[in-house]
């Protein structure tokens, strides 16, 4: 066509970018591109390739290194060699080379963003515009922490390896979210880039080197689904930080349970774009576009889920579908396309198949006109006519599809928006602020955008709530996710065979007949080692404390108990045999008790000094009781009630403190990142310092608004029983404690396999803490375990580390467009 067509038909013409750089890359490669390992570039140990095509054209661009486990070997040690010598360079030397980072892909912005283009059908559009500028800007962002870490972070040291895997929606972005903190923060790094996407990667690493990067500190291995499972198997990787699809979170965090490998997950979303009736309809519209086209919807946080009310809703439609002729899809490298080409064929047959499985439910599918011939391509799609059980409203599909439904009101919309297993993003279009506010709290998710939608930061964190995973990515919060307490890496590990003899007391033993204790059967350590030759002993029993549910003391579901043998061998008393029903009722209670978590961190401050002026009072028979049974000197036991007592005004202090921050992303935003509870928090006690250990545990939680399930240590469960008669006069809602004792390892299997359990922490024996892990695949649900490390709660530069508050809560990102 010639110009005075275009101006005839007003169509648009192609602005078509040059790929001669990008191609020269590859060809300067001979189009073979191997790992990049220690500093140079490395073909694979066992010779094998795979090819990577361009999706808009399915063209062959290069073949790269299919990683097996020997490379991945090569890469761990790389970085294992180079970290010492990283780490010495101090926080002002890794400042030095983030920056020179940054530089460098400023300096050679057009090459990533055709390359990136290329690889991954994207437009250049974004690439240019998004992708590389916030790629840069994260390095940028970083290099200013790794400037203030040794000020900022004196009491931590990093990971040190650090394994990470990344998708292949935003290749380049997810490398520099991945590595820059970690590297900020004194780790090396071996990074496996997605299959359908390693090109971005592997030059990233190489002009990382030509920049000045010491070799060992960034490798990148290519490969499969294969390569990352060896990265997560490796014995010398300490850290795994995934992003990527639930399903291959899950099996990540299965391999790794009991590992004592950090975790970090960023899974999938089906995140809901909410319209009010006083929203700015055309600016809803516009924010559409951008929240499940962008990218051809192939983004984790994408609002695939359209909710608009009633009275607008036909109106919301019929806007948005005139704004979808308008789309133009095409050659990723045009300048005016508006969505380029599915990542891959099969992901492309994953998304036409999803819809044809809701177009056999009923669904009614429209799309926009004008998909180019040959290529990956998949046209805008609105889907209505749907419910909450259909498959288009539940499914993530990752594709440029949206499923919209109706709603009511404030409450149903908050309802609809909610009924997911994801959490990962929310929007919210009103004019109404109050409204607004009113509404993000009540989401749960991770990003809350309000009348905006998918602006990311380094500034602010990133990720999810539910089985949209855990820990962040940004911000300061992100940092910690490559940290850990320095203090705490020096504790000692229990050796397997130490049990609660090796702390000088026995544990508790049922008794005859005693039923219901469920994992009896199990042959773990914790449960293993439980003290033999006790139950026949005979002194005077006072009275069996019940097990304390919903705020009332109430008799197990068996009716059982376990006898709780004193220091010299004689019988305490006894405790109820929880069993898994009981777990069940404390959970149900935990989760009747929410107003806990709206409670003011001022009510809760109240409450916790109630708690421990009650406690105060009664130091002396906790004290004579703690002597009796696990055999502590008197002046140790009153020392443990003093500091149990120091440990609940700590907790009561931060509860109204422990803020979250403002952010100041680059742009006309204020990013609120509110410290919200997890919900219900399972707690597994250890033997040592029965009082003081349960206190430090559970005060940080219910400090945070955290309702709590606890199950008391082996040695001493009557601390906690004798506990609960404390919080009973002392003001604490029914069910924000409940203390189920029994079987510790059985009990704590229920609690982390329990799908309305949202966190577990699990303390004092490293079988159970494995355990725990491992049975947290269900619901996705947070841990914070010990890995069998010796914890002394005497010292308060571990038990009242922040670490705690930080485990307790989780940061929501509500972004607030504002100024101009
Ligand atoms: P995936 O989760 O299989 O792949 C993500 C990364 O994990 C890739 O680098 C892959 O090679 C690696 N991987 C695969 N299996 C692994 C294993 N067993 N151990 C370690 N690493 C492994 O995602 P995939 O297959 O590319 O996409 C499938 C679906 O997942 C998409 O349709 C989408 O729904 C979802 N997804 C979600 C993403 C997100 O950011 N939330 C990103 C990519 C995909």
Redesign the pocket.
Known sequence: MSVADYFSSMDYGPATESDAPARAWLAAHAARLGHFIDGRHAAPVQGQWFETREPASGALLASVAQGSADDVDAAVQAARRAQPHWLALGGHGRARHLYALARMLQKHSRLYAVLEALDNGKPLRETRDLDIPLAARHFLYHAGWAQLQDSEFRDYEPQGVVGQ??????PLL?LAWKIAPALAMGNCVVL?????TPLTALLFAELAARAGLPPGVLNVVA???????A??EHAGVDKIA????????R??RS?TAGSGKALTL????KSPFIVFENADLDAAVEGVVDAIWFNQG????AGSRLLVQEGVADDFIRRLKRRMESLRLGDPLDKTIDMGAI?DP??LA??AGLVEAGRAEGAQIWQAPGVPAGGCFYPPTLVTGVSTASVLMR?????PVLAAMSFRNKDEAVELANNTRYG?AASVWTENISLALEVAPALAAGVVWINATNLFDAAAGFGGYRE??YGREGGREGLYEYLKLRAWSRLRVRAPQDGPSAAGAPAVAPLPGAGGTPGADRADSDAADTGPGHAWAVPPIDRTPKLYIGGKQVRPDAGGTLSVPDARGGLAGEVAAGNRKDIRNAVAAARRAAAWSRATGHARSQVLYFVAENLAQRRDEFADRLAAVAGTPLAAALDEVERSLARLFFHAAWADKFDGAVHAPPMRAAVLAMHEPLGVVGIVCPDEQPLLSMVSLLAPVIAMGNRAVVVPGRVNPLAATDLYQVFETSDVPGGVVNIVTGERAGLAACLAAHDDVDAVWSFGCAATAREVEALSVGNLKRTFVDHGRCVDWSDDAVAQDPLFLRQAVQVKNVWIPYGD
């Open positions: 895997i990344i998708p292949w929606n935003f997810m496996k880039p997605a299959e359908f490969g499969d689904g294969a390569t990352g499972a990265l997560v995934f992003t990527g699809s639930t399903e291959v979170g099996a990540i391999r960023e899974l999938g979303g192939e983004v984790c946080c990542v099969s992901q994953r998304i499914e993530e599909i990752f594709g990962l949209s995973g």
